[in-house]
C-alpha cells in the first residue's frame, strides 16, 4: 500500500481503519472504550478555563444585551417605547400637571408626571427596538443579568428596580478602525437644509437695516433735514410684515420636489418647503 502523499489522504485512510476495528465484535468495543479514555486523560493534564460561577462574577462586554435599564429623569412619557414593542411589555402610567408660566401674564403649561414605567421580562424578547427608539435615551442595555425570580409575576419590574440596573451600564468602546459614526450624530438637521438657504434667510435682516441706514446721513441744510425728517419715521411700518409672517404656512412646491428628487425624505423635504415658503415670503415683505 503507497504512503499517504498529503495530510488529508492519511486522515481518510486512519477514518477507513477505524471503521474496519469497529466492526470487530470483540476489538472494536475495546477500542471505542480506549479512544474515549484517552480523550478524558488528555484533558485531565490541561488547566481548566471554566469561571467558578457564581464565585467568580465574569465580566462582560459593555454591549452585552443582559437587561434594560431605566433612567427616569430623561423619560418624557412620550409613549414611543411602548408602541414600538413589539411584545407590549412596557406599561407606562402618567399624569397630566400643570406648569406655572415663567413669566409673567402667559398662559400655564401642562406637562406628562410618569408615574409608573414597568418591563415583563417574563414576555420581552429581547429586540432593543425600545432602546434604539427613545428620542431622550431614557432607556439603556445593561450588563447584568442576574434577575431571576421564583415566581413568573415577579418578572414584572417596576421602575425603581430598572432605575438601580443603570449602575451596571458601562460606557461603550470607541468605534473601531474604519467603522462610520452615527448618522444622528455627525449630520444634525443643517445636514438636509439645501444650499443657500442660510444666505437667502440673511437677506430679509439686511434689506430691514438698509432704510434705516440711509437716513443716518442727511444734508447739513435746515431745509433738507425737515424733507427727510418724514423717511426716518419709516421703520415703524416693519410691524406690518411681521404681521405677515404670522399668516398660514404653506409648502412651496418647487422646493418640495426638489428636496424629494435629492432623495431626502418626504418628513425633511415638506419642513424645508415650509420654510423656503417662510424665507420668501419675508424677502417679498421686505
Given amino acids: 500500500m503507497p504512503m499517504p502523499k498529503t495530510k488529508e489522504e492519511a486522515l481518510e485512510r486512519l477514518r477507513a481503519v477505524e471503521k474496519k476495528i469497529a466492526t470487530k465484535k470483540i476489538i472494536g468495543p475495546a477500542y471505542g472504550l480506549a479512544k474515549g479514555l484517552s480523550v478524558t486523560l488528555r484533558t485531565m493534564t490541561k488547566r481548566s478555563v471554566t469561571q467558578q460561577y457564581p464565585h467568580v462574577v465574569p465580566d462582560l462586554p459593555p454591549r452585552t444585551r443582559g437587561v434594560i435599564a431605566f433612567q427616569e429623569e430623561n423619560c418624557t412619557v412620550c409613549m414611543l417605547c411602548s408602541r414600538e414593542c413589539p411584545d407590549w411589555c412596557i406599561y407606562i402610567e402618567s399624569h397630566k400637571d400643570v406648569v406655572p408660566p415663567k413669566t409673567p401674564g402667559a398662559r400655564p403649561r401642562t406637562r406628562n408626571v410618569l408615574d409608573r414605567f414597568a418591563i415583563d421580562f417574563a414576555l420581552c424578547m429581547y429586540c432593543g427596538i425600545c432602546v434604539e427608539v427613545c428620542p431622550f435615551d431614557a432607556l439603556f442595555w445593561s450588563p447584568h443579568f442576574e434577575y431571576s425570580e421564583l415566581d413568573i409575576e415577579g418578572l414584572t419590574h417596576e421602575m425603581d428596580v430598572l432605575g438601580g440596573w443603570m449602575d451596571y451600564v458601562k ?31 440673511t437677506a430679509p435682516a439686511t434689506a430691514a437695516t438698509a432704510p434705516a441706514a440711509a437716513p443716518a446721513s442727511p444734508p447739513a441744510e435746515p431745509g433738507a433735514a425737515t424733507a427727510e425728517a418724514p423717511a426716518a419715521e419709516a421703520p415703524p411700518a ?9 399668516g398660514p404656512v404653506e409648502v412651496d412646491d418647487e422646493t418640495y420636489q426638489r428636496e424629494l428628487a435629492a432623495g431626502k425624505p418626504d418628513r425633511v423635504a415638506r419642513a424645508l418647503a415650509k420654510r423656503a415658503f417662510v424665507v420668501k415670503r419675508r424677502k417679498g415683505g421686505a
Fill in 238 to 246: 416693519a410691524p406690518a410684515a411681521a404681521e405677515e409672517d404670522h
Fill in 171 to 201: 460606557v461603550p468602546p470607541e468605534l473601531e478602525v474604519g467603522a462610520e459614526p452615527e448618522p444622528e450624530r455627525e449630520a444634525p438637521m443643517k445636514a438636509y437644509e439645501p444650499a443657500g438657504v442660510a444666505a437667502v434667510a
